[in-house]
């Protein structure tokens, strides 16, 4: 059973950074995307950046475009979001998904097939 696990989130003070983890497990990953999206309260869940397993193909959504890095280690089957730069209206659950296939253009949530549970960023002073 393919499972996907955030961790990493927490309070940071704006201008700072932090790294997001997402680990997948459950079976062997090739043709699959990762992805990450956030939900601020009482706002849709947007894409944030993708990353193909093969060959490491990024997308970025442009307003994290310069700030926000999407990066893969395949022999952890961990993917990582390094947020930089961080604003007040950065503040959102951020959640890893997972889609079976190969994926390059922005992705809706509705693509995704599995989920993680979501991890707090806090952006505050």
């Known amino acids: 059973q393919v499972q996907v696990v955030e961790s990493g989130g927490g309070l940071v003070q704006p201008g700072g950074s932090l790294r997001l983890a997402c680990a997948a497990s459950?079976?062997?990953?090739?043709?699959?995307?990762m992805a990450w999206f956030r939900q601020a309260p009482g706002k849709d869940r947007d894409f944030v950046a993708s990353?193909?397993?093969?060959?490491?193909?990024?997308r970025y959504a442009d307003s994290m475009r310069g700030r926000f890095t999407i990066s893969r280690d395949n022999a952890k089957n961990t993917v990582y979001l390094q947020m930089n730069s961080l604003k007040p209206e950065d503040t959102a659950v951020y959640y890893c998904?997972?889609?079976?296939?190969?994926?390059?253009?922005?992705?809706?949530?509705?693509?995704?097939?599995?989920w993680g549970q979501g991890t707090l960023v806090t952006v505050s002073s």
């Open positions: 998904a997972l889609d079976s296939r190969l994926r390059y253009g922005l992705l809706d949530p509705r693509d995704m097939d599995y």
């Open positions: 459950g079976r062997t990953f090739s043709s699959d995307t």
């Open positions: 990353i193909t397993w093969s060959f490491g193909v990024t």
